[in-house]
C-alpha cells in the first residue's frame, strides 16, 4: 500500500533536548509539509519542501529543522530553541510541484505523531 | 491575508440527521477549497474538494456547496453516522508551494 509513515507514534521528551521526527512517503509525491497541530485547533504549517535539496519555512519555523535529502524522505527536527514543543505534528505530501491540475493539490497526511515535553 | 475560518466550533447531531457544517474563507482568488475528517488521533483524511469554478460538488452522501459572493462554503453530510463523528476542517491553498491553509475545524458529535 502506497502510502506516508510517521515514526514514532508517540515522543516523550526532556526540557533542552533534540528530536527528531521521521517521516517517510512511497507515493512517488514530489512536495512535502510539517503541519503542527495543537489541541482544538487547526494545522498549522512548520515547513515545506517542493523538491530534493530544497525546502522552505512556513508560518512557525522557529525552533524547527528539516532535510530533504531523498525525494521519500522528509524528517524533521525539534530542537531546544522551540519553546512550547508539545504538540501533535503531521507529516503531508503533494503530487505536483505547482497544484494546478485537478488531484495534485490534495495533501495526503501521515497518521502523526504525538510529542510530549516532560 | 490568509485565513480560513468557521462558524461553530462544536455540533451535535442525531443519528440519521443531516450535518451541514460551514467556513468562511478571506481569499477571494483561491482557485479551490477541501474538506478533510480527521478522527481522534489520526491525521486528516480527503473528503472532497471544489474548484472555484463550481458552486455544488456532490460525493458518497457529502456536498459541498460554494458560495464565491459571500466567501463561504459548506459540507453537507446525509444521513449522518456514528462514524461520521470526527473533526472537520476547511482548507484553501496558500500563496506558494501547494502548501495549504486550515482552519480551526468543527467537532462533529453523532448521538445514536
Partial sequence: ?118 | GESVGLHLPTLSVQEGDNSIINCAYSNSASDYFIWYKQESGKGPQFIIDIRSNMDKRQGQRVTVLLNKTVKHLSLQIAATQPGDSAVYFCAEPGNQGGKLIFGQGTELSVKP
Fill in chain 1, 1 to 118: 500500500d502506497g502510502g506516508i509513515t510517521q515514526s514514532p507514534k508517540y515522543l516523550f521528551r526532556k526540557e533542552g533536548q533534540n528530536v527528531t521526527l521521521s517521516c517517510e512517503q512511497n507515493l512517488n509525491h514530489d512536495a512535502m509539509y510539517w503541519y503542527r497541530q495543537d489541541p482544538g485547533q487547526g494545522l498549522r504549517l512548520i515547513y515545506y519542501s517542493q523538491i530534493v535539496n530544497d525546502f522552505q519555512k512556513g508560518d512557525i519555523a522557529e525552533g524547527y529543522s528539516v532535510s530533504r535529502e531523498k525525494k521519500e524522505s522528509f524528517p524533521l527536527t525539534v530542537t531546544s530553541a522551540q519553546k512550547n514543543p508539545t504538540a501533535f505534528y503531521l507529516c503531508a505530501s503533494r503530487d505536483g510541484r505547482d497544484g494546478s491540475t485537478s488531484g495534485a493539490n490534495v495533501l495526503t497526511f501521515g497518521a502523526g505523531s504525538r510529542l510530549t515535553v516532560l
